[in-house]
């Protein structure tokens, strides 16, 4: 099993009575809650943070993007994903993922990523996702066009990588006279690809039909086996052989010296699953970003877990695996069933959130990689 | 009322059955609907079905026609509402449209200016107002959208547009939206220019407002007006974007003599 640790760059530094004052903590709440002091702060200490996963034996170094919220301040993840690049000489760099709808030019992201792998050595994993609502209306890009937009840029970046150029695109949302990058990623044929799901039945299909890396993220543990069932039999019918390499897994976890530390720690979770999940449907899905069954499938999520995310309890994210948090022991007893159930290669290790501090965070990590890993790696 | 006998058929539109309701005698009198699933045959096309022979058909993506992917902005919309009253042997029609079916018919008056006797434009989309915005119906709840639309809500308006979010409803309208995003998603419903082609209209046209409109305010009315030289402006106070639902009797007051001068 691989390990890959995650955290979101949270900003949590605004009065929490102010957040609750607006339909949602993304895409309207007005950014003069951000005091980009603060910010430089937090990103430098989040940094660190990276630097001693990789200290600390992780496999990969994961990161992602949003836009509008102070659930995540990373922007543009290739810019911090340049940073590690260079600051790290091991880990894998998990880049989940690119947003590609909102790309008007997904050859400069083809470059983008390029650029990083040469920088990182070949050490970037590359993973592309459609993006939640807010992004497409963040960035104004039409959602009815989402699900197309992530396929036909997805095969326009995969063609830039591996066809030497130049070549002409003419494509039905995107065109180029001439693609010719002089920059080409240095993994051959191209950085491997990962897609995460949350409820889409399109994506695990999709995944699945092109061999990549499927994760599931933060899907209740009966949801995450239908998906990968999904996928598994896309896979099948496309003649790719699939083993626990091809799934991974998701969750929040927070470890430490005693249970009752790790339960106040674990709390900082409940700021992801409830405040910043907050607002209209039509922030989240709107129109025409969602099929017919991936709205049959996100409803059952709602359901599947017998409550949102945002209703759970502490003890009820702990019991369906959302949340896995406690001493050593406890942590490895709970991720040996969840490997078992899910039959998973992959599992990221989401270990920051909302007001953390810097030294809970690191404790957390260092009891991870000392005391958790030795065991995992042997799985 | 006299009871005008209406029904609801299909005509074939570039490979499409295109589903439109049809009543009364008299003059043809295209009539296109905004951002609604042209609920159904309304008070206001009966009205008008005692003087016009009226033809109100759905737009395509709206419900009961079916989506035409290749329709990508609202002058596709026009073409294809040229094709339409070609395969219905119409050769010159009255035009009134509401919202976004203003929109269409503008743009259609421009286009083939020969075909339109006269022109009634009912809150129509299509200009960028000159102060103010329109409302942007993608972020808003559709029970907001619905008690934004309307500043009178008549049983009419209730029963068919402002129905209780049923999931049925709701379905209802997110169809609308996806239609709607399919052809106006950016810029939003407004074409720039539009203001730049507008005086080419020549077809005597009566603008329609809701002063109370909260989509499309006032102002867009006010610019539609200024250019179109032919073009006088009716104001409707207390009423929002539905005047034909929510002021029926002032509605069609001003409406009907219009498009019938003699």
């Not at chain 1, 990058?181 to 799901?197: A, D, E, F, T, Y």
């Not at chain 2, 035009?95 to 743009?107: E, T, Y």
């Not at chain 2, 006088?232 to 002032?250: I, K, M, N, S, T």
Request: contains cysteine; glycine residues 8%; charged residues 20%.
């Amino acid at each position: 099993m691989q390990v890959y640790f995650f955290s979101e760059f949270p900003y949590h530094e605004y009065p929490d009575a102010e957040g609750d004052k607006y339909p949602s903590l993304r895409l309207t709440f007005p950014n003069r809650f951000y005091d980009p002091q603060k910010a430089h702060h937090l990103f430098h200490r989040y940094l660190d943070e990276y630097l001693y996963c990789e200290e600390m034996g992780f496999d990969g170094l994961m990161i992602n993007e949003h836009h509008n919220t102070p659930s995540c301040m990373n922007a543009t993840m290739n810019l911090i994903g340049a940073i590690l690049a260079r600051t790290t000489r091991r880990a894998k760099i998990l880049l989940l993922g690119n947003i590609l709808p909102i790309w008007d030019n997904p050859v400069r992201l083809a470059e983008e990523i390029a650029m990083l792998d040469v920088l990182s050595n070949g050490r970037i994993i590359s993973g592309f996702v459609r993006g939640i609502g807010i992004e497409s209306l963040a960035t104004n890009t039409n959602p009815v066009d989402n699900r197309e937009r992530f396929e036909e840029a997805h095969d326009l970046i995969l063609k830039t990588w591996t066809t030497p150029g130049p070549f002409r695109w003419e494509g039905r949302h995107y065109h180029f006279r001439v693609v010719n990058p002089w920059i080409v990623p240095l993994q051959k044929p191209h950085p491997p690809i990962w897609v995460p799901g949350s409820a889409s039945p399109e994506t695990a299909a999709w995944a699945g039909r092109h061999g990549y890396t499927y994760v599931g993220f933060l899907t209740p543990l009966q949801m995450t086996k239908e998906l990968f069932a999904i996928y598994r039999t896309a896979a099948t019918e496309a003649g790719h052989a699939v083993t626990e390499a091809n799934f991974g897994y998701l969750l929040c976890c927070y470890v430490a010296d005693s249970e009752a530390k790790a339960q106040e720690e674990a709390r900082h979770f409940l700021w992801r699953m409830g405040p910043t999940l907050r607002g209209p449907k039509a922030y989240f899905a709107p129109p025409g970003y969602r099929s017919r069954a991936g709205t049959e499938m996100a409803a059952r999520r709602l359901s599947g877990g017998g409550k949102p995310l945002a209703q759970q309890s502490l003890e009820e994210l702990q019991a369906n695996y959302h949340i896995v948090a406690g001493t050593p022991d406890t942590v490895l007893k709970k991720l040996k069933f969840i490997k078992d159930e899910l039959g998973i290669g992959h599992l990221i290790f989401y270990g920051q959130e909302s007001r953390m501090s810097h030294e809970a965070t690191l404790r957390s990590i260092e009891l991870f990689g000392k005391e958790v890993m030795p065991a995992l790696k042997a799985w | 009322m006299s009871a005008v006998a209406w029904s609801e058929e299909t005509v074939q539109v570039a490979g499409t059955p295109v589903h439109y309701y049809c009543g009364g005698e008299g003059p043809p009198l295209l009539v296109l609907h905004g951002l609604d699933p042209n609920p159904a045959w309304l008070a206001c096309h009966q009205a008008l079905a005692t003087h016009f022979r009226v033809y109100a058909p759905t737009h395509p993506g709206f419900g009961r026609t079916p989506l035409v992917p290749w329709m990508r902005r609202v002058s596709d919309l026009t073409l294809f509402y040229l094709w339409l009253l070609e395969e219905m042997g119409l050769e010159r029609v009255l035009l009134l449209g509401h919202g976004l079916g203003g929109w269409v018919a503008a743009d259609l008056a421009i286009t083939c200016p020969h075909l339109v006797e006269r022109l009634v434009l009912v809150d129509a989309a299509g200009v960028k107002p000159p102060h103010g915005e329109i409302l942007d119906v993608f972020l808003l709840p559709w029970p907001e959208v619905q008690a934004a639309l309307v500043a009178t809500p008549t049983p009419e308006w209730q029963r068919h547009f402002g129905a209780t979010s049923t999931p049925e409803e709701e379905e209802r309208w997110e169809t609308v939206l996806v239609a709607l995003a399919r052809l106006s998603w950016k810029p939003y419903l407004y074409d720039p220019r539009l203001p730049h082609v507008l005086p080419r209209l020549r077809c005597p046209t009566l603008i329609v407002w809701g002063r109370e409109d909260r989509l499309l305010p006032l102002a867009c009315g006010e610019l539609y007006r200024e250019r179109i030289a032919a073009s006088r402006l009716v104001v409707l106070e207390a009423c929002g974007h539905y005047p034909h639902v929510e002021q029926p009797q002032a509605f069609l007051e001003a409406v009907v003599p219009f498009l019938r001068p003699n």
